[in-house]
């Protein structure tokens, strides 16, 4: 995992804005930094180093190919590059490196764009083609990680942090209103938008050309909704074997690393499960590190009691670190400082980022991704109820305008929305996971930038065009939080967070491979859950944690900043975004 930066330049790169986009992302890769610059000056790579796979000078970045037709930045790791390696020294190829990343050099000299089907692992990457004068841009398939584009058709700056596209100069910083919006409705930015009209993400899931004289073109290599879409129902006997041997087989690719690999371990069945998953196949002492917070001891919120004891079932290297509230007040600059774009999460990662690297960890587990697969949300239970209710149009806005001043003081104020933005799948889901609602909008937002950011997003409509073609409630709520909380929040948070202490946070629940082989199984009558994952630990888990129920993984952060929620925490961190105008506040 590191932090890589492109321009591609019609008039010739800048040198220095170069330089300093890469520098801005230094603590994405303490280990080494290196910048290359096309001998006709039309384009430039930088990359910051967090070695991971093959830790000699072969490995660095940015790395040609030894025919110097072809120079990369990769941000990432390819878990299955050994048998593709295998693959291409078959076809007479010969490496100079025991790193993944050469593996893409080599990869796409043989089959090009097609070459993406064939990754297993998350990436992001820019690969300059000296032959064929393009840069082509690509992204794993949940969008495990980041990569931003600003394109002006004249110059593309291309980086893993937005923070580092600003640090470099050039963007435009105008505010993007469906960024701003889609924060204050979610809690977290929604793809492809940021908070700036010169900045977008880079599809998850998707590859961009460009050439040097200006021509874009793009494509798709995994469509996540068409996946859940084309799911059909597999009649199985086996099916605790099948899923048994795919989380193992997705826990021997994320062991794949030259540096210990640490889990975090919290008192939940995912992280346990990896936690049992991971010692049965370490070659030694698996390193486990868990976070408790002191307003919990002695609560059933405390996880630390639970966790140590599962630590101590499977022989691993444990330590616990306990979290006070001025602890959070010391961070709390820094938190805000790392945050690449604003979220009301991450805190949390944030902090136990930083207790795995005080014990020397440089990639860790997480558990991240099991309640979307399997179901553990109680969004899976509630939106197809949300979305069952009567849709009553017109008179549904009436029924929210008429309640929406006092049901606040009975219920959570989205509950004024129940009629209007019930009866569907996409406002089921807004009212489900929302923040604010949209009627709310203009209370912290100016009310022109609020309709237009409404506009652009169309939630509701886009939502519902995403699960359109799956059939199944249960896909069609996985498909949603998979697209949404996990991919613009979970995961974003866990690469800035992990990332601001040089930790590579590692998913093994977000595997395509898993994806895939589970997705016959989640689309049948009786779909496996979380229990059953968590019955695939050899040995079993303690009855303590298969009996505890779930109560999700929670930071006291209210508590500690006085405030009664979480919209109190979201001003906080929009407000400290770079450049956001006082203008647009409400």
Avoid at 200 to 212: F, I, K, Q, V
Avoid at 235 to 248: F, I, K, N, P, Q
Avoid at 277 to 291: D, F, M, N
Avoid at 417 to 435: A, C
Wanted: glycine share 12%; charged share 20%; with cysteine.
């Amino acid at each position: 995992m590191c932090g890589l930066a492109a321009i591609l330049a019609q008039g010739g790169v800048d040198a220095a804005q170069l330089a300093r986009v890469g520098a801005a992302m230094a603590m994405r890769g303490p280990d080494g930094a290196g910048q290359w610059l096309a001998a006709d000056g039309v384009v430039g790579l930088a990359h910051r180093r967090l070695s991971i796979i093959d830790l000699s000078d072969a490995g660095a970045q940015p790395m040609a190919s030894a025919d110097g037709r072809l120079v990369i930045v990769f941000n990432g790791e390819i878990y299955n590059y050994r048998e593709l390696r295998a693959e291409c020294e078959a076809a007479g190829q010969v490496f100079r490196s025991t790193s993944d990343t050469e593996v893409l050099l080599a990869l796409y000299a043989r089959l090009g764009t097609a070459m993406l089907d064939r990754l297993v692992g998350m990436f992001a990457f820019a690969l300059w083609d000296v032959g064929r004068r393009g840069l082509l841009l690509a992204r794993d398939p949940f969008g495990i990680k980041p990569l931003y584009v600003a394109d002006d058709g004249k110059t593309l700056r291309t980086a893993s942090q937005v923070k580092a596209l600003l640090a470099g100069g050039g963007i435009d910083t105008r505010p993007e209103p469906a960024g701003h919006v889609g924060f204050f409705l979610w809690g977290h930015v929604p793809e492809p938008h940021t908070l700036y009209r010169g900045i977008r993400a880079l599809p998850a899931g998707t590859w961009l050309w460009a050439d040097a004289d200006g021509g874009r073109k793009t494509g798709r290599f995994f469509d996540l909704a068409g996946e859940f879409a084309s799911a059909r129902s597999t009649s199985v006997t086996d099916s605790g074997e099948r899923l048994a041997e795919a989380l193992r087989q997705s826990m021997r690719r994320h062991l794949i690393a030259d540096v210990p690999v640490g889990v975090f371990l919290s008192g939940g069945l995912d992280s346990t499960t990896l936690t049992a998953l991971a010692a049965e196949q370490a070659a030694g002492a698996v390193r486990s590190v868990t976070l408790g917070f002191d307003e919990f001891v002695g609560t059933p919120r405390d996880e630390v009691p639970l966790a140590e004891a599962v630590a101590a079932h499977y022989h691993t290297d444990h330590a616990t670190f306990r979290i006070a509230a001025a602890d959070f007040a010391a961070a709390k600059d820094s938190i805000l400082a790392a945050m690449d774009q604003p979220s009301v999460d991450g805190v949390n990662t944030w902090l136990v980022a930083r207790a795995a690297r005080s014990r020397g960890l440089k990639v860790a587990l997480s558990g991240l991704g099991g309640d979307e697969l399997f179901g553990g949300y109680d969004t899976f239970r509630r939106v197809p109820r949300l979305a069952a209710l009567p849709r009553l149009g017109p008179l549904g806005k009436l029924a929210r305008i008429a309640s929406q001043g006092w049901i606040g003081r009975f219920a959570p104020p989205k509950a004024a929305g129940l009629l209007e933005y019930g009866g569907g799948w996409g406002g089921g889901y807004l009212l489900g996971r929302g923040l604010f609602m949209p009627w709310e909008l203009a209370g912290v937002l100016d009310g022109e930038l609020a309709r237009e950011g409404l506009r652009q997003l169309a939630p509701e409509a886009g939502l519902d065009a995403l699960v359109a073609g799956i059939a199944s409630p249960r896909l069609k709520v996985g498909a949603l939080e998979i697209a949404g909380y996990m991919r613009n929040q979970l995961l974003r948070d866990s690469d800035w967070a992990g990332m601001a202490h040089g930790v590579e946070i590692r998913v093994p629940l977000v595997d395509v491979e898993l994806f895939r082989a589970l997705l016959p199984l989640l689309a049948g009558p009786n779909p496996p859950s979380k229990r059953d994952m968590a019955a695939t630990a050899r040995p079993p888990l303690p009855a303590a944690v298969l009996e505890r129920p779930k109560t999700g993984f929670f930071v006291p952060i209210t508590q500690w900043l006085g405030q009664p929620n979480l919209r109190a925490w979201a001003r906080t961190v929009h407000k400290a975004a770079p450049l956001v105008p006082a203008e647009i506040l409400a």
